[in-house]
């Protein structure tokens, strides 16, 4: 069978063919498509009660249309990413009922009844107790598992060839990790930025960090990553009184730093700490990087007496999780750079009443993390950093 582009219309027959639904008179479809990239359809009873979710990769990129072209196998690599999560943190990500990879679509869990965590941050809420450590936990849980440590190495040797992601690599190496820093078409930012846009291209220093960090990124093979980890990838909520949380959207999967999972969480988490200044609802936001990182860094901790490969001694996991952090401290930073003045901004400044100040205070908090990177060895040397920033951002704005 070919590849066939599902509109909502066609889901329930699609659902009925395939096994996952049995009384194709009690199914209604709805599209929530949200994300850059994919198709999500919503399928449902009369009575509520049962959903399921169908997610299919277009050949393109979905907010850019068929002018941008982009093969539907990175379905392929999301189906991966998911199997390989589900052996070491299944409680993290939606279930997955089946991946058809004629149609490049997955059927998964709905969770409809769960709300993304940008979304709750937005609306001013807060991240509660548990939301960054399981996130920090998660990255641990996936990145143990998939590493040296984790895997003989000839299976890692598999695995890595298995993940190789050409072509969303290449997004990534070019919107994330350089795009930013010179003339390009996919590159806007508000015209109030237009000083600070100029300086960061024309900063040969930025430049070359940004370039270290981007070699990093497409020769450090450490671990399968989820490889957008942002706080759109996450879904947060309660089911039966106790929290639940799912990380999906895992197609910029491959075999890279770890470092670069933790630091896009981290570059989130400081944006939307910069709106909830803006807005004046700061809550729990300044803990957030902290427990990420406390989440990941006790898991790893946690399971490094299983690794699998005892030459690497203990010493060699402090020296490794210390490059870890680094290589985090820099990629939240080309993060940040690349959702305010480079491709796919976030609402979580776009939508502000005057998305100016927090958006200056925040990319000159970028430019730090990456050319500070290996000075700032805490949490806190990175909220001292923010905190700055912030100060300086807001000085600057009222001269
Ligand atoms: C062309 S895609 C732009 C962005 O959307 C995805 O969520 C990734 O973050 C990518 O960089
Ligand atoms: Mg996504």
Redesign the pocket.
């Known amino acids: 069978m070919g590849y066939r582009i599902l509109e909502p219309a066609d889901v329930p027959a699609y659902l009925h063919a395939r096994g996952h639904w049995d009384d194709l008179d009690d199914i209604r479809v709805r599209e929530v498509s949200d ?3 994919n198709r999500v359809f919503l399928a449902s009873n009369a009575a509520g009660t049962r959903g399921l979710a169908v997610k299919q990769a277009l050949p393109w ?1 979905r ?2 249309g068929p002018s ?1 072209p ?1 093969s539907p196998e990175r379905a392929d690599a999301e189906a991966r990413a998911y199997e390989q999560v589900a052996g070491v943190a299944p409680d993290k990500i939606p279930a997955i009922h089946g991946y058809d990879a004629d149609n490049y679509a997955l059927v998964m869990e709905d969770m409809s009844d769960l709300e993304v965590l940008r979304t709750v941050l937005n609306e001013g809420a807060p991240y509660g107790p548990d939301t960054s450590r399981r996130i920090g936990e998660f990255v641990a849980q996936l990145t143990f598992a998939t590493s040296d440590f984790g895997m003989p190495s000839a299976e890692r040797k598999a695995l890595v060839a298995a993940s190789v992601s050409p072509e969303l690599c290449k ?2 190496e070019d ?2 990790l350089s795009e930013p820093y010179i003339e390009h078409e ?1 590159n806007h930012w508000h015209p109030e930025l237009d000083d600070l846009a100029a300086e960061f291209r024309a900063d040969t220093r930025l430049r070359t960090e940004v370039a270290d960090l981007r070699h990093t990124f497409m020769t450090s093979a450490q671990a399968l990553l989820h490889g ?1 980890l ?1 706080t ?2 996450v879904m947060v909520g309660a089911r039966d009184g106790a929290p639940v949380i799912r990380v999906f ?1 895992p197609e ?1 999967s491959f075999v890279g730093p770890i470092g670069y999972d933790i630091g ?1 969480y981290w570059a989130n988490v400081l944006v939307a700490t910069a709106r909830a200044r803006a807005l004046g609802t700061v809550t729990d936001h300044a803990a957030q990087l902290r427990l990420s990182w406390e989440g990941f860094e006790s898991e790893f901790r946690r399971l490094w007496p299983t690794r699998v490969d005892t030459f690497f001694d203990d010493a060699y996991l402090d020296r490794f999780l210390r490059r870890v952090w680094t290589d985090a401290v820099g990629f939240a930073g080309t993060e940040i750079v ?1 959702r305010i003045i480079g ?2 901004h976030l609402t979580d400044l776009t939508t502000l009443p005057d998305p100016v100040p927090a958006s200056r205070a925040t990319l000159r908090l970028g430019r730090q993390l990456i050319l500070r990177r290996t000075e700032l060895h805490h949490p806190e040397d990175i909220e001292n950093l923010d905190a700055a920033d912030t100060a300086d951002g807001i000085r600057a704005s009222q001269v």
Do not use: E, K, Q, Y
């Open positions: 994300g850059n990239m990129v907010i850019a941008w982009m997004i990534t919107v994330v996919h957008d942002h759109g990838s959207d910029f896009l690349r491709f796919a």
